[in-house]
């Protein structure tokens, strides 16, 4: 009985993944090729302009929770984050990538600590591209153009040749009539598929007036920002002193 469950399990496994790649092959899309130029550059700061991209770079605090998952306290202003995920929580200077790990507020020390701090460094980098990329379309190492995608829609391309975990991605935003980012179509490194669409909605002004979406749906999951909330200093989150003193006495070190 027990063998039977054990190969009917493995089939349905088995089908499951078959399916799975079938989709991406029938999914996958070519990289389109991109027309630079002062169209594309008006389209970018069009879009800029959408998301208040100058009241998001005057925020100095940011705090937000990635898919229930990973939870962030940013400090914009000194380039700080405190990174926050089951019982340990992980202080990092971003400009260093060198910071304090805690679990159940315990401080691990040496090469368990440096470990946490890439973790930390690596799910930040991620996690916060999906907070507001559409504020990054002028990040070192950026190219922007436009495309024409294979079923007729025109979009930005932003190519990324340097930064972040994965350089070399490129992603085509979709926009509205007044160049709001409403989706997303990504040739990544980290995934087969090129061209996976994930939508750009439930779009949060906030305190600082700033605009940031905060729902991604695709036919294979849902990424959600919540606990969303931003700030001038630290007594708008209710903390009493400065969360990242550790790191300001390393940096004295």
């Known amino acids: 009985m027990l063998k039977k469950i054990l190969k009917f399990t493995g089939l349905v496994v088995l089908a ?14 070519k990289e389109p090729l991109g027309k630079e130029g002062p169209e594309a550059e008006q ?24 898919k229930g998952m990973h939870t962030y306290l940013w ?3 000194r380039n700080f984050v405190k990174v926050s995920w089951g019982e340990k929580e992980v202080l990092v200077n971003m400009d260093s990538i060198k910071g304090k790990s805690y679990e159940n507020s315990t401080e691990i020390t040496g090469g368990e600590n440096q470990k946490l701090v890439d973790k930390a460094w690596a ?8 907070l507001n990329a559409a504020a990054k379309l002028y990040d070192p190492g950026t ?21 972040g975990v ?8 979709l926009y509205d009539e007044n160049f709001q980012p409403t989706s997303w179509k990504m040739w990544v490194s980290i995934i087969p598929i090129g061209g996976l669409e ?21 036919d294979l999951l849902d990424i959600e920002i919540t606990d969303l909330k931003a700030g001038q200093d630290f007594q708008h989150f ?7 003193i550790p790191l300001l006495e390393m940096i004295k070190k």
């Open 16 to 29: 499951i993944l078959i399916i799975i790649f079938l989709w991406g092959f029938i999914s996958h899309e």
């Open 43 to 66: 389209v970018a700061q069009n879009m800029l302009k959408s998301i208040n991209e100058p009241a998001w770079d005057s925020t100095k605090l940011v705090a937000w929770t990635f």
């Open 75 to 77: 400090d914009k202003e």
């Open 123 to 130: 799910y930040f980098c991620n996690d916060s591209f999906w």
């Open 143 to 163: 190219e922007r153009s436009l495309v024409t995608l294979e079923d007729g829609r025109k979009g930005l391309k932003i190519s990324y040749s340097s930064g």
């Open 166 to 173: 994965t350089p070399g991605d490129a992603y085509v935003w």
């Open 198 to 218: 994930f939508t750009w909605e439930d779009w949060k002004t906030l305190s600082t007036g700033a605009k940031v979406a905060t729902l991604h749906q695709n």
């Open 238 to 244: 209710e903390l009493n002193q400065d969360p990242f």
